[in-house]
């Protein structure tokens, strides 16, 4: 087999791979609306189904007011003091700046999140798919975007249009391969670890808690 060089080529490979046939392309993402009935609202019950299984909090609602009081609770209840979000996630600061009186929480930068004894932390950004299939939300660095609230935060906030649903991991890699991001994070629930002498530790190489968030 010759060496892939392209990060594209790559992509399109495990996408022909995981669908079973040769020519896969990019699956066009659900129109906005699909998650009220039908295969949307399927999609996001396996979603959650396979990402509660996970360990993941999963939070939906008509809006974003509606749903501010029980993010803020459940973000007091975990400690958390600092909201950040990538500089340039239109959607990521506006929930950010909304959730600071419930807390009341303080807003950082990421690079303020990196000192080494930080404030315990939530890191909220949204996120490009959820994967039906495995409960996995998806996030990469296109556009220039950092993945550090997936990372770093002690808690972690994914926020979920209705569209961003797909049901199974080749459709995503599809989509991707036509621009191939130079990171790509697959995140499904708490990070976890059971390495050292078989003792499962929450959040050994990453967030404590993560939350889907889901509103149109």
Excluded: W, Y
């Excluded at 979000?85 to 959730?99: H, I, M, S, T």
């Excluded at 296109?142 to 249009?161: E, I, Q």
């Excluded at 991707?176 to 708490?190: K, T, V």
């Amino acid at each position: 087999m010759e060496p892939v060089d392209k990060k594209e080529e790559l992509i399109r490979r495990i996408a022909v791979a995981l669908r079973g046939h040769e020519g896969a392309k990019a699956a066009p993402r659900p129109p906005a609306g699909a998650a009220g009935t039908g295969a949307g609202a399927d999609r996001i019950s396996r979603f959650r189904e396979q990402f509660e299984e996970q360990g993941g909090n999963f939070l939906a609602g008509p809006s974003l007011e509606a749903l501010l009081p029980a993010l803020g609770e459940g973000l007091r209840l975990s400690g958390v003091t600092v909201l950040f979000f990538p500089p340039e996630d239109a959607d990521a600061r506006q929930v950010a700046e909304a959730l600071v009186p419930f807390g009341p929480f303080s807003l950082a930068s990421p690079a303020e999140v990196r000192q080494p004894s930080p404030p315990r932390s939530a890191g909220v950004q949204s996120a490009e798919f959820a994967i039906a299939e495995t409960g996995s939300i998806v996030q990469t660095s296109r556009g220039g975007k950092t993945l550090l609230p997936g990372l770093l935060a002690d808690v972690h906030v994914a926020l979920l249009s209705p569209a961003a649903f797909v049901d199974r991991m080749e459709e995503c890699l599809a989509a991707l391969a036509e621009d191939p991001p130079r990171n790509i994070s697959f995140l499904s629930g708490p990070s976890r670890s059971a390495d050292i002498e078989q003792t499962l530790t929450i959040g050994a190489h990453g967030p404590k808690k993560t939350i889907a968030v889901v509103f149109p």
